[in-house]
Each structure stands twice: as C-alpha cells, then as structure tokens.
C-alpha cells in the first residue's frame, strides 16, 4: 500500500528489523551493503547448519523482502552514489556507530540539503549524544542497560536475557515509529527530519521499572514467573508439560475453587477474593494450585478453565506453537519463494489487512542481486557503468 | 508552537490493561486526540482497580498519558449512538476486548464502517479474531506462554520454563500498533480507504522469534534456550559483580576485544593464549566464565562496565529501576519525564526513547479523571447542548 514509499537501509544487526517491519507495511527497502556483504549473511543458524554466504536463516528472516546494492559509501564515488540515491529515497535507516556518517560528510544535513523531504532514521544502542553514546552495545548490553534484564528470570539465579535479539527489535519497532511519524508530518510540511532513536531507552519504557523506582524508591526485582501483582498468575505444572495460569477477577477465583471441589478448605477465606491478598499470599498458594494442575493434561486444563472464563494457556515449545491448531487456521506461516535458500515456509506479518494475512514477503535476496535494477532505475546508470564500478570496488 | 506530527487525527480507544493503552498512548503523545471510552457500567479499564481510587492508579496512568477520558454506558442503546456519532468524527478505532464483545454490541468493524467509511479499526485480541481459540481469554504472560517466548526465556537446562514476570506481548503489541495506524492512514490518503486491521498479539510475538520459528520450519530443529550465551561468541553472558545481585553483562565478538579484556583485567598473559583465540574460545567458554567471574566478583558493576567499555569491549551494568533514575546518560537525554498527577502528584517516568531534528512529544500529561472530557465531547466534538448532556448523565448514558 505504500510501494511509492523507497527506505534506503543501511543498518546492522541493530536496525535491520526496522526495515523488515517497513517492507512488511508495504514500503520498498533497498538494502545497501559494503561490497564484501552484511556480516550478518555469516550469522548462525544457517540452513541445514551448513555455513555460507547464503545460508543464514537469521538473515533470513531480518532482510527477507529487501533488495540488495552493493555499495562502499567510505570512498567519493560511493559517497556520491550514495547522496545519488538518497536523492530518490524517502527514508534513510542506518545504525552505524553515532558520528560515522557526519565523518563520511554524509551526515543529515549533507542528505537533507540534497533532499529536503528525506527523513533518516538512526537506531543505536545509546542514541546519538549523551555520555554513553559511544558505549559498545550488542544486544544483551541494550537489554541490560534499559531494566528489562534485572527483572526476568529465577530469582536465584542471574538475570536472564530474552531470546534472539529482543533489544535491537523492540528498539527497531520505535524507530519505525519515528519514521511513520516523520513521514506523516511530511505530507503537510514537505519537509523531513532526523529521528533520533535510543535501543537502551526503548527497552525502559517497558513494565514500569522507572516509575516504580522513582516513586518508591525501591527497584522492582526478579519473581520468576510470578505476575508482579497478580496471583495466581505463574507457570503451573501439568501431567505432560506447563500452562500459564492468571487469575485476574474475583470471578476467576471464584470459577476456580468451584471447579476444584476437593480444594483444600484454606482457599475459602474470604479476603482471598481479594487479589492483593492473593499476591501477597503466592509464595504459599502457588504449590497448593500446582497440586491441582498436575492432575491434568495441558490442553485438557486449559480448555477446562478457559470454558469457564478463567485465562490459562499452554507453556508451548515453538514446534507446539507452530501446530496448534489456532495458529494453523490463521495461516500464520507461508511459503516463501527464494533463489539462494529454495522455497521455504517462514511465519509473516502478524496481522491481517481486510480479513487478509498480507502475502509473504520475498526470500532474502543476494548480495548486489538488485544492483542493475536500482542503480540502472534510479539513476540511470548502463551495466558498463556498473561494470567499471564493480572492478573498482565501489559496488 | 510548532505543528504537532498527528494534529487532526482522531482516535476513540476501546481499550484495557497495557497492549492497546499504550498505542493510544503513543498516538496522544504525538498529538493525535484519543477518546479513551469506558463506563462506570462494568466497562472500566481493568488497570484502574491498581489504585486508591480509580483515577488513582499510578499504572493506569503511566500507559494512558495525555488521552481525554469518556464515560459512554454502551449497555444503553443511546451509549452505542453516542459511540458511533464519536466515531463518524474520528478518523481510527483501537480495541483490545476480547473478540466478540464490540460485535455483541453492534460495534463490529462493518458497524464502525457504515458510519464512517474510511475508518481504520485496529483489533487488537490475544490469540486473533478468527480460529477455534479466538474467544479465549488471555493477558500478556499467557500469550508469552503460548508463543514459545517462555520455553525459551530462560538459562540453558533448567528444570523448569520460567520466563519473565512481565507482559512482553503487550508492548510489542503497543508499540507496532500506531506504525500500523499510521501507515494505514498514510495510504488512506493516496486511495480514500479505510482498513479493518487484525493484529494478534501472539502471531506479533512470534513474529519476534522469527529466527527461532525457521530453525523449526527449515531445518527441523527443536530449539532450546540458551540464556545469555551467544552462538558466536565468548565470553557473552552475565557476570556477577561485587555487591548483593549485581551483574554486568559482558560481549566479546572477536579476538581485538578478547586481547583488550585480557589488558583491563591483568591477565595480559592470556591475549596470545590458542586456547582462547579465535573458535576455540568457544570451546572453552567454561574456562573463560570462570576467569572472568574471578575478576568481576572483586569489582562494582559499572566499574566493570566503564573499564571495559573504555577498552573497547562491549559491557553493560544489568541495571535495576533504581539505577535507570540515577543514570546520567538518560539523564543527559532528558529520557526520564515527570507528570503531575492530581491526587498522585508529581510522578517521574519513562519518556519517549525518540528525539527529532525538529519537533517532540507533546509535553506529556496525565490522562484526566475518568469522563473529565464527557462536557467536551458531547457539546463541542458531537454538537448537543449541555442540558442534553446533564440528561444523559442522569438517565447513566454518559456514565
């Protein structure tokens, strides 16, 4: 719906995700890469664990959908090439150390003095000033930096990090934010902006950590798979695996006890209708629920209490996820068309347009697949003229 | 003043508890006028009971800052005919109810439509609109359960799932949501068509894990959790430090960083170690923990932080709320905001983790007291006279 809309993409593993996001709302990402490729072409896993230029299903999943230039914006003739480009481009993402571009005198005000309307979205762990922005922030850095880290896991145990890279995809969803805005400001003033977008910060505006701290003047701190404030609300055990049980409302408490009719008699106390009470008491409560799930199967308890409107789900591997039988009639997985990998299924964009899941994006292309396509599109460069470039190493 | 980036654009947010607070939220923020309907007739936000009084819950305001509160009692038909004249004025709907429950209510998306059609309606349900499971109720850890995300939020070989106390599928529901908003209303522009959006928390989580999902359905694997190590690197874990729970995280990529680490924790001996050069580090990684807990253990964590980072190598302190308010490059970032609240008072909390060349957030306020903005919606958004409004409010239809 917005394949008018050209986003220039220049990131690393950092902001790759925001390109992704913007290619699945329907814009066109070019990916350019330095000429030796996106080091995250060499990132595990690979398909059939076979290492290879092509193989890497995490770049797979990242830039599928985009194309690929080659380009090597370090030299005056990539330079040029790029301020070529950006001539056409409505977006420019990048997520190189904060300064590199200004140092390459292609910083914002070099692309929007070309082009007014261009807005350059910059996703860096730190944000572009401050005393930590030159900070070094792989993903788990960004996660602990922003509170999420403290927060998550056993509580005696350390601090455990989300799966993939949650830190550069939560801060990649912002910056895609910032562009959405930007772009919309745009189509009243014509004018573009910088967008400015901080991955530690944007791991701390989740699960109240700041304001928590700052109010009581105490940190919120690990309670495993314990709800801050909800009880019971935790991972329970089952005969054949786990299910998430949370028990909001006194209704849900009280559809609980009524399914559970040899409940020991403790659980009847009335100010246990009270969720507070309940929290307070969870240490305590959470084995004697146990001792109720585990007579079940997860699929059978879950439906037993979702019948009676009491939320609970099954703790499911991704396999388990991938076959339950809501996500298959969704038909959150489909079949992805591609060169390098072959076809392959791979899950797309989680919503639905109009009743419609949108169709899967493109397999993940090549490096330099696309050269003759953009270069020869956008600026009007012959294939002799990329030939030169090519034995020059520009692209 | 300068232009706000959404002046003009009106949303009316259906919505409870984080997911779809926080899109209108971020929408308001940025200058969009969100009607956050509910009712004193069982339709309140179910995070306003985590307060003293309704208006008082510091939650409920932290996720629905600088939106316009209005009470419709949608049990009456005149709430749904109010409702519907409010949406014929604006431009989006968000929901977060259970599927159903609007449809119940003759508030289905064709509903919304007939009166305004150009519309763009966001639901936002857990498990999505459609399928055998559609209806079930579900909360962010739930979702988190079902998606994989806590099977594999957790350290290698526990004896059991654990995952995060948190509602990680609410924000990424929250934040995703006004992208989609926005681009639906960017199109809407070019073609004149509105959009019925249907945006499952958990598809968006999987979404998320989308690396993970094709080791399953290209090569067949049954992933693991692998904590806070790193497939590709040595040592990248989380390392205890001097002090009671205090840890610094610590990520080297390659042997120039492993060399530097070795320089800033005395053990210059182990740069041209082959045991810890190249891919064999990643076969010692049991050594190398051990070698750098030793060190870590003796020192504060940000001083591990800031000794490593100065070297080059990757570091950062696992920081706690406490240490997120004392941190002086947030602080420096002006990140950190603080809202006046009436019966709270000042509340200090997170801003937005955006910065433009030109322009901002609108100077973020707290969401008023429940149906504060009724006397501004019924007389000046929808036109009626103010006796028509004080009849309603008499009769529990704006209520």
């Known amino acids: 719906m917005l394949d008018d809309v050209l986003v220039l993409d220049l990131t690393d593993l950092k902001g790759q995700f925001a390109g992704r996001v913007l290619n699945d709302l329907g814009m066109r990402v070019v990916k350019v890469e330095p000429p030796g490729g996106d080091p995250c072409r060499r990132m595990p896993p690979f398909k059939d664990d076979v290492p290879g230029d092509e193989s890497s299903l995490r770049f797979a999943f990242l830039n599928g959908g985009k194309e690929s230039i080659t380009l090597d914006i370090a030299r005056p003739e990539g330079r040029e090439l790029l301020l070529d480009l950006s001539r056409h481009a409505d977006v420019v993402l990048e997520s190189f150390p904060p300064g590199y571009l200004a140092s390459l005198d292609l910083g914002y005000d070099v692309l929007s003095d070309r082009n007014p309307s261009i807005v350059v979205a910059s996703v860096t762990g730190f944000g572009q000033y401050g005393p930590h922005k030159d900070y070094l922030a792989p993903d788990i850095v960004a996660v602990a930096m922003g509170g999420l880290m403290y927060i998550s896991g056993d509580p005696a145990l350390p601090p455990t990090k989300p799966p993939e890279t949650q830190a550069f995809f939560y801060g990649s969803l912002f910056a895609v934010y910032g562009v959405l805005l930007a772009l919309f400001a745009r189509e009243t003033t014509g004018e573009g902006r910088h967008v400015d977008c901080s991955i530690q910060e944007s791991i701390a505006t989740q699960e109240h950590t700041i304001r928590e701290a700052a109010t009581s003047g105490e940190a919120i701190v690990r309670h495993g798979s314990q709800h801050r404030s909800v009880a019971p609300a935790s991972v329970f055990a089952c005969k054949d695996g786990y299910v998430f049980l949370f028990v909001l409302g006194a209704r849900h408490w009280e559809a609980l006890l009524e399914l559970w009719t040899d409940h020991p008699s403790v659980l009847d106390a009335p100010e246990l209708v009270d969720i507070s009470r309940r929290r307070a008491l969870a240490p305590t409560l959470n084995p004697l629920v146990e001792e109720f799930t585990r007579r079940f199967e997860r699929r059978e308890l879950t439906q037993l209490l979702q019948e009676r409107g009491i939320p609970c789900l099954p703790v499911n591997t991704p396999r388990e996820f991938l076959d339950e039988e809501q996500t298959r009639q969704r038909q959150l997985v489909g079949v992805v068309s591609s060169g390098a990998l072959g076809d392959y299924l791979a899950p797309r964009f989680p919503a639905l347009f109009d009743g419609q899941r949108p169709a899967p994006s493109g397999g993940p292309p090549r490096r330099g697949e696309h050269n003759e396509r953009v270069y020869g599109q956008l600026l009007g460069l012959a294939p002799d003229a990329l030939e030169s470039l090519s034995v020059r190493r520009v692209i | ?399």
């Open chain 2, 1 to 399: 003043m300068p232009h706000a980036f959404l002046s003009g654009v009106r949303v009316v947010s259906l919505t409870t508890g984080i997911a779809g607070p926080i899109a209108g939220r971020l929408l308001a923020s940025y200058g969009a006028e969100v009607f956050k309907v509910e009712s004193r007739a069982g339709g309140l936000d179910a995070f306003r009971m985590y307060g003293a009084d309704p208006d008082a819950s510091p939650r409920f305001v932290e996720v629905n800052l600088n939106t316009r509160s209005v009470t419709l009692n949608l049990k009456k038909p005149r709430g749904i005919a109010l409702l519907k004249e409010l949406v014929a004025r604006s431009d989006v709907v968000i929901e977060n109810f259970r599927p159903g429950v609007l449809a119940a209510l003759g508030l289905a998306s064709e509903d919304l439509q007939a009166v305004k059609e150009d519309l763009v309606v966001i639901h936002m349900p857990g498990l999505g609109s459609t399928g055998p499971q559609a209806r079930y109720g579900t909360w962010g850890p739930t979702l988190a359960a079902y998606s994989g995300l806590t099977y594999l939020w957790n350290h290698p070989r526990g004896d059991r799932p654990i995952g995060s106390q948190g509602v990680y599928p609410d924000y990424l529901a929250g934040i995703l949501t006004p992208s989609i908003v926005l681009s639906a209303l960017i199109a809407r522009r070019r073609t004149g068509k509105g959009r019925v959006v249907d945006l499952a928390q958990v598809d968006l989580t999987a979404y998320a894990l989308g690396t993970t999902l094709l080791e399953v359905l290209v090569n067949g694997h049954e992933p693991e959790p692998v904590g806070n190590t790193s497939a590709y690197a040595v040592p990248h874990d989380c390392y205890e430090c001097a002090g009671d729970d205090r840890w610094c995280v610590i990520a080297v990529e390659d042997d120039e960083q492993w060399r530097a680490l070795c320089s800033v924790i005395g053990r210059s001996e182990l740069a041209e170690d082959e045991r810890f050069l190249g891919v064999a580090r990643l076969r010692n990684r049991d050594d190398v923990d051990a070698l750098l807990s030793d060190w870590t253990r003796r020192h504060e964590a940000a001083e591990v932080m800031n000794l490593l980072q100065a070297a080059g190598v990757p570091a950062g302190v696992v920081q706690s709320g406490l240490d997120l308010v004392a941190d002086t490059h947030l602080e420096a970032r002006g990140f950190i905001e603080t809202v006046q609240h009436p019966v709270l008072g000042a509340i200090r909390l997170a801003g937005s983790p955006l910065k433009f060349s030109s322009g901002a957030h609108e100077p973020l306020s707290s969401s008023p007291p429940l149906g504060a903005d009724n006397a501004y919606v019924i007389t000046e958004v929808l036109g009626y006279e103010r006796a028509q409004l004080e009849r309603w409010e008499e009769e529990e239809v704006v209520y």
